[in-house]
């Protein structure tokens, strides 16, 4: 199936309504309050105030699997009508892994099996109707037993310490879009702003940066706004310049490269080929057996 990489092609036609499901109906005091504590839910879930000077740095053979992870979550969101939450939390889930557990470059293929049960998971979190783990193997030959998906399901529910319902900046779009417009928003506003917020998946480690940052970036950019502190104290308390400046050059350069592709030898997750011994004393490496990028058998091994 072609990709298309323009901001506009990483969207399924979506609306107000598709976004609601994170939005509710509260008057003004009642629904500051909502998003402070959301705020503080952010935090609570490990996103950094970005922090790049502190990045997971990845070696460039993991960074590009990451990327290549990363676009068939989109291609399977756009197989299977998924919402855009759903491919969100599945790379939040993908950076968060990563972000803890080490995986040897000689192991790419564990980063497509990592790919298949963040989707799985995300999708049983978010979607009415979850599609089997044999459909999602049909999508761009991924093919792994289903045993072995569900134990890379496990591994990653008890790295992530069984929390995955994480706040993204759907949570969000609703309140800065009504902060930034009293009346009613341009129509082309919504598509625009979660096509940003898909777009910059590629760019950054999403665990760098809260998901409240991303979403009020988008926003301004989707607007035509600029960024400057009083439109930030408009809309909430917590957010960050910095945090947010970044985000928004990100995306304004974005589209002034016409949505392109960005290269898949350069990420925010760090510019060095860092060595295995430097990033283990960091993060848990994980060990898989090659047998495990095969479909079950009789004689098949686990995980370790």
């Not at 970005?50 to 990327?67: F, N, P, Q, Y």
């Not at 930034?180 to 760019?203: G, H, Q």
Request: proline share 3%; glycine share 4%; with cysteine.
């Amino acid at each position: 199936m072609d990709h298309d990489d323009s901001l506009s092609g990483l969207l399924c036609p979506e609306s107000k309504t598709c976004l609601d499901e994170d939005s509710a109906v509260f008057d003004v005091e009642d629904e500051d309050e909502y998003v402070n504590t959301l705020g503080d839910k952010e935090i609570s879930f490990g996103f950094k105030r970005g922090e790049t000077d502190k990045s997971v740095m990845l070696s460039d053979d993991i960074k590009c699997a990451r990327l290549e992870a990363i676009a068939w979550i989109l291609n399977t969101r756009a197989v299977f009508g998924f919402l855009p939450k759903t491919a969100y939390l599945s790379v939040t889930y993908l950076d968060r892994f990563l972000s803890t557990r080490f995986i040897d470059s000689d192991k790419l293929w564990a980063i497509k099996l990592l790919s298949v049960a963040c989707v799985s998971v995300a999708a049983k979190m978010e979607e009415v109707k979850v599609p089997a783990l044999s459909e999602l193997q049909n999508i761009d030959g991924y093919n792994f037993g289903n045993s072995v998906i569900l134990r890379m399901e496990l591994m990653l529910l008890t790295t992530m310490d069984w929390r995955m319902g994480s706040i993204t900046p759907f949570s969000f779009l609703h309140h800065f879009i009504r902060k930034f417009c009293k009346d009613s928003s341009p129509s082309n506003v919504f598509p625009r702003t979660v096509a940003l917020i898909l777009a910059i998946m590629r760019e950054i480690n999403l665990m760098e940066h809260r998901p409240s940052a991303i979403a009020v970036a988008a926003t301004l950019v989707a607007f035509d706004q600029k960024l400057t502190r009083q439109a930030l104290e408009s809309c909430c308390g917590f957010l960050e310049v910095g945090d947010v400046s970044t985000c928004y050059i990100i995306m304004q350069k974005l589209e002034m490269e016409k949505y392109k592709t960005p290269d898949l030898s350069a990420t925010h997750f760090g510019t060095a080929n860092v060595s295995s011994s430097a990033v283990s004393s960091k993060r848990k490496r994980l060990t898989f057996n090659d047998s495990d990028q095969r479909s079950d058998g009789p004689n098949e091994k686990r995980l370790r």
